[in-house]
């Protein structure tokens, strides 16, 4: 059984088409990349994905669940959290209350009073909840006073990361994690997501555009080109071939290996 | 020297006012990046209602209900402002807050008339300090006013709730990817501005007469008095909303009273720039 499930999505911005009939699946405790250039719809799937556009047509579906058209919260409720690109921490409010926020928005809903009342009583369960990702990821314990804008980009990452994971969810769509972090801090956040992958079974989905670290972190891969998926498969097939070295791995077919 | 402490007293209790507009400008402008240019009109609606519900009950009844009513209308504004997804860009939104000013005054013009209205304050007493009157009323405004910035101070650092409006103005769109729903924030931020103001509004008509056209002056005032906080700061915007009705008391006094509003608005342009030339410097 498939945890997430794309099929055939199309999303269009007026007339112009980002994402053009792709199908795209994760199965529990999956790693799965989704690479491919600027602008070819990466981000415009997963936030299909995430609710936050509604796809022209196709079906997204969690656990066979139709959540097509469905609100960001509700996709949150049923498991599936995204890390936006750029972070998005709350720049204003200390890491704590980011790391809150993301159990709180979990079980929001439409009226507030109800919500926060839902939130009161899960107040153990946060704490719990609390901890376990500050044991994760223990640099955000240190921080926790700290307002999450005034961190390293690297910390931020991370604050974006444990706000998702507070929703405890079972698959973590990342997008672009990479993006303007040193490579060292992006080597050690991939070894933190195999660790979070193998030991608490949360399945990735890792938007990049640095196919090296996607092939690296992931056990298959879709490559998506202008809106359509040109490949996909076993990450270790996919390094092998001529055209994904050529695009993607900075080194075409007569460069020395 | 008695002069110029009772337009102080008066200064103050008026810029109260203000402080309190400005703080409701702050909250739903840290909750939704809008500047709500409607937000006058709910004082004004908080004194035409009271007056009229007091004609049939009492005084006290009158400005509770007046207070309800005002959230419940700020509510409606607030899913017009941010629209049914609550996705309207700021500067749309802002816009409609502008035209729903405009539309306000009319339908205010047509259920309440023309006529400005005021009814009797807490107390007709007064207290004399040293020579200088001081009414029960303008306490009341002032304690209203620090109560409400410490209250909103609090809210925004330490609630969830509070938390959560300020997040959905940092980063909407993370707010959403966590399961925030960004109207039913805007909602909350809206609505308890518009009480907030309505309460203001509603202490302010015994002191001075509100009428369907005084939305405007009132929005005035109370944004100069947000934005000398930088229209974050709950603290200097009541600072801030106390310095410019001081002022203006000052200038009624002491110059002319057809240009206090000319020279408390210069006034604040000053220390404006007085204040972020500081804040450079840092």
Not at chain 1, 21 to 38: K, Y
Not at chain 1, 42 to 63: D, F, M
Not at chain 1, 83 to 107: D, S, W
Request: with cysteine.
């Amino acid at each position: 059984m498939t945890l997430l499930e794309l099929d055939d999505v199309t999303v269009r911005y007026g007339e112009a088409v980002a994402v053009d009939g792709v199908s795209l699946a994760v199965a529990p405790r999956e790693r799965v990349a989704l690479i491919g250039p600027n602008g070819a719809g990466k981000t415009s799937l997963l936030n299909a994905a995430c609710g936050l556009i509604r796809p022209a047509s196709g079906r997204v579906r969690i656990e066979a669940d139709d959540v097509t058209g469905a609100t960001p919260g509700s996709i949150v409720r049923r498991g599936v959290s995204q890390v936006p690109e750029g972070r998005h921490v709350f720049g204003t409010l200390p890491v704590e209350a980011n790391l809150l926020l993301g159990a709180y928005g979990r079980v929001f809903r439409l009226e507030i009073v109800s919500s926060t009342l839902r939130y009161l009583r899960s107040r153990r369960d946060v704490r719990d909840q609390l901890e376990r990702v500050y044991d994760l990821l223990p640099k955000l314990r240190e921080l926790r006073e700290r307002p999450a804008g005034r961190t390293s980009g690297g910390e931020q990452q991370m604050v974006a990361i444990g706000r998702a994971l507070m929703a405890s969810p079972r698959l973590l769509a990342i997008d672009e994690l990479s993006l303007g972090l040193a490579p060292r801090l992006v080597q050690s956040l991939a070894e933190f997501l195999v660790r979070l992958n193998e030991e608490e079974g949360v399945a990735i989905l890792l938007v990049d555009q640095s196919a090296s670290l996607a092939f690296s972190l992931c056990e298959r891969a879709y490559v998506l080109e202008t809106g359509r998926v040109t490949l996909e498969g076993a990450s270790r097939d996919l390094v092998g071939r001529p055209e994904v070295r050529s695009a993607y791995l900075g080194g075409g077919p007569d460069a020395p290996s | 020297m008695t002069t110029f402490f009772q337009l102080v007293v008066v200064g103050i209790s008026t810029g109260s006012v203000f402080a309190i507009v400005g703080m409701s400008l702050v909250l739903v402008y840290r909750a939704t990046g809008i500047v709500n240019f409607a937000q006058g009109v709910f004082a004004v609606l908080g004194g035409l209602v009271t007056y009229s519900l007091s004609q049939h009950m009492s005084l006290v009844l009158a400005g509770l209900l007046a207070v309800l009513v005002t959230a419940i209308v700020a509510t409606v504004v607030a899913v017009v402002a941010v629209g049914i997804r609550g996705r309207t860009t700021h500067l749309a939104s802002l816009i409609i807050t502008v035209g729903i000013a405009i539309f306000a005054e009319a339908v205010l013009l047509a259920a309440f008339g023309e006529v400005p209205r005021s009814y009797s304050a807490i107390s007709d007493r007064a207290w004399n300090v040293g020579g200088v009157l001081v009414q029960p009323q303008y306490a009341a405004l002032a304690l209203v006013a620090l109560l409400a910035a410490v209250g909103l101070t609090l809210f925004l650092r330490r609630t969830i709730v509070g938390q959560a409006l300020v997040a959905s103005a940092d980063s909407p769109r993370a707010a959403e990817l966590i399961g925030l729903n960004l109207r039913s924030i805007a909602v909350i931020a809206f609505a308890l501005a518009g009480a907030l103001t309505a309460i203001g509004g509603v202490l302010l008509a015994p002191t001075v007469p509100v009428s369907y056209s005084s939305g405007l002056t009132i929005t005035i005032n109370g944004f100069a008095a947000a934005v000398f906080g930088g229209l974050v700061s709950i603290r200097l915007a009541l600072l801030g909303g106390y310095a410019l009705g001081v002022v203006e008391q000052l200038v009624v006094g002491y110059i002319d009273p057809q240009y206090n509003l000319i020279i408390a608005l210069a006034v604040m342009l000053v220390l404006i720039g007085w204040r972020s030339r500081g804040e450079l410097a840092v």
